[in-house]
């Protein structure tokens, strides 16, 4: 049995592309590997979700009414620090084994961690068409997708398009 931790800030707050393959990704594999433990790590506090339409939508509770499916929220108080320290902390007293960054990113407080970690790369198309994106945004969206590769042991591309 493993205990898989996920960066879950899209499957919380889109109803479309990211959100969509984060929630049928731990959806499927609830389904078909019903023995291990899915832990949601929710970027917000639970007051301010409940307050929002696609955290509410039968979409998001298909995943997180799962028995094998738990959720960490951000605490109201305290949000930055908790999420430099507290999830690792979280981690090691859930034994996670490893972490899946699910929307191109993984967290620096994760970095640490010593478990595997595993990144899903979506889209690049910052990279081929930089007019449709903020000038201020280029370079921080680079330089995150870099820095979030390079600390990832695994990386998935959804697509051949963002593989090549």
């Known amino acids: ?19 969509t393959y984060c929630r049928t990704l731990v959806f499927d594999l609830a389904a078909f590997y019903d023995k291990n433990e899915y832990v949601l790590y929710a970027a917000e506090p639970y007051s301010e979700l409940i307050r929002t339409d696609t955290f509410n939508s039968e979409e ?3 995943v997180t009414n799962l028995d094998t499916v738990s959720v960490v929220y951000s ?3 305290w949000r930055t620090l908790w999420k430099l320290f507290g999830a690792r902390a979280d981690f090691r007293s859930r034994n ?26 979506h889209d690049l198309i910052y990279k081929y068409y930089p ?14 997708l870099k ?7 695994r990386i998935i591309a959804v697509s051949e398009s963002t593989k090549n």
Not at 5 to 17: P, V
Not at 96 to 121: E, N
């Open 96 to 121: 996670v084994d490893v972490y899946h960054g699910l929307t191109q990113q993984i967290r620096y407080s994760i970095r640490g961690a010593r478990i595997p970690k595993i990144l899903t790369v």
């Open 131 to 144: 007019e449709y994106v903020p000038d201020s945004e280029l370079e921080v969206f680079g330089r995150q």
């Open 60 to 62: 998001v509770k298909r």
């Open 147 to 153: 820095s979030a590769c390079e600390a990832s042991d």
């Open 75 to 77: 605490p109201r108080q």
């Open 1 to 19: 049995m493993l205990t898989i931790a996920y960066e879950a800030k899209r499957l919380f707050n889109s109803l479309t592309g990211f959100g």
